[in-house]
């Protein structure tokens, strides 16, 4: 089975200020990765997945991700955040299996500051 | 295309109260799920559908029954509330292939009493 840790559960950061918000999975078998994000009181939308080739995504909103195998991390960044971008942001795994293919992670709290 | 709609926006029921939630994609996808959404637990997985009339469980399936007579449709029913079922209710489909995006509908707000 699969499983996604997200360290930081809430990470506050000034506006126009890099950022990184942290990903690790497990998984016995080979996965494809995803960053999703959720704005106040609405649901969840696709920022970028990782599914093979360049192990560098750039996703929506100046946001990208880096796959690295070796430590089964997903971390993402974005190199200068707005204060629209705070928001909650969720770490997935999925894998080629028949049924429950999503896996996500308990999510990180984004809150950027003036 | 509506994408995925779920109604209603806001419910609070009662103790032992039963209700549906509803949820339809006009994408015609194959794959649909039921999420639920907890304060430091992110999405847990209550049901999901492979497509018309195939139904199983996920991580949290107890207190809650589903079916997919079509493939737009996929309604969660809550047989008795509980106050341990107070949460927000997501419900997502996608195409049946592990690398597809799922799509969300904008969620539901339960309130149990």
């Known amino acids: 089975a699969q499983s996604v840790t997200q360290l930081d559960s809430q990470v506050p950061v000034f506006e126009e200020a890099p950022v990184e918000l942290r990903c690790n999975y497990s998984?016995?078998?080979?996965?494809?990765l995803f960053w999703y994000v959720q704005y106040p009181n609405q649901g969840l939308q696709l920022l970028l997945k990782?599914?093979?080739?360049?192990?560098l995504v750039k996703g929506i909103n100046g946001f990208e991700a880096e796959f690295n195998k070796s430590q089964t991390s997903f971390h993402l960044r974005k190199p200068s955040v707005h204060i629209s971008d705070t928001a909650e942001y969720f770490c997935a795994v999925s894998v080629d299996n028949y049924g429950q293919n999503f896996v996500f992670g308990p999510g990180t709290r984004l809150s950027v500051l003036p | 295309n509506a994408g995925v709609t779920q109604t209603p926006k806001f419910q609070v029921l009662k103790t032992g109260q039963s209700m549906t939630l509803q949820c339809a994609q006009d994408?015609?996808?194959?794959?649909m799920s039921w999420y639920r959404q907890d304060p430091g637990m992110g999405l847990r997985l209550i049901h999901y559908?492979?497509?018309?009339?195939?139904?199983d469980q996920g991580e949290v399936p107890n207190g809650y029954n589903v079916s997919r007579s079509t493939t737009e449709d996929f309604p969660l029913r809550l047989l008795s509330a509980a106050p341990s079922q107070t949460s927000v209710y997501f419900c997502?489909?996608?195409?049946?292939?592990?690398?597809?995006?799922?799509?969300f509908g904008p969620g539901t707000r339960l309130t149990v009493l």
């Open positions: 559908s492979v497509g018309a009339g195939i139904t």
């Open positions: 998984s016995s078998v080979s996965v494809y």
């Open positions: 994408m015609n996808h194959e794959y």
């Open positions: 997502a489909s996608s195409d049946y292939d592990g690398q597809d995006t799922q799509y």
């Open positions: 990782y599914l093979s080739g360049s192990t």
